[in-house]
């Protein structure tokens, strides 16, 4: 049975221990040779939270949700954390977090009427706000070695694959995305940003581990200029990515230096579960 646990880890900076999601598919407890594949989910900026008992906020998007709320059964392991506060405004208010029925999935969500607007690619030549520093402030590379250790500490005990590691998120964390890719390109076998821009002089360590990268972007996004989008993947290019291009296409398996398989941090281990929840 598929399963999303809380597990506890003490902070690299000395905090006080955050919670985080695991799930676990469909045939983990019984395909015992296995191992699976592992997606590290980076939510966006209004899913902060103290990683304790507003970790539950975290379910709004993203894969867990698919698998816990929705019911959805996906084949592979799934690491969601949440991301401090930091100095931002809290909500006074927020509404509830997003709760499992026992009564089965609930109906999707009502989608926002369709804008008829038309996506015309605006460029102002003005830099992004977070042009200086490469990434959004208070964001997720301030976590970064957690996210490493969750990513390590999954490998070892829930028999994830180490060639199968992927990175995605939206908003915040699709800057997060990028942010993991261009200084972990080695630990990942792809990775798809959401809404998110990287730091265009940072392009290198992608291309030099030839890292397949798949860029979404919403064309009529108000928060995240397309343009910032798409200086990015331009960026990606100039620095000599050999496949930029505006269509998906099937990637091979990419295999990884066999010296990061089993590579982990000493400084940080993880609580054991704290609680689990069955799906």
Known sequence: ERAAQHLGMHPA??????????????????????????????????????????LDYTLMHGPVREAWIQGRDLPFLVIQPQLPWYNRRQPSTRP????????GPPPERSRYERST??????ETGEA?????????DEGWDLIEKDLLT?????????????????????GYGGFGTWHMAQNYPDRFAAVGPVCGAGDPRKMQPIVEAKLPIWIHQGGRDPVVPVEHVLASARALEAAGHPEVRDRPRRLEPRRLDPRLRRRRPL?????????????
């Open 150 to 170: 969750m990513i390590y500490e999954t490998l070892a005990d829930f028999r994830g694959d180490a060639d199968r590691v992927y990175c995605t998120g939206l």
């Open 96 to 103: 509830p977090a997003p709760q499992r029925s026992t009564d």
């Open 117 to 122: 607007d038309p996506m015309v690619r605006k």
């Open 128 to 136: 992004p706000r977070w042009a200086e520093r490469g990434t959004l």
């Open 13 to 54: 900076d000395g905090g006080e221990e955050r919670n985080y999601f695991l799930y676990v598919p469909t045939g983990f407890y019984t395909e015992t040779g296995r191992e699976w594949p592992v997606m590290l989910f980076l939510h966006g900026n209004g899913q902060r939270g103290n990683a304790q008992d507003e």
């Open 267 to 279: 400084q940080l281990v993880p609580e054991k579960p704290s609680k689990q929840l069955a799906c």
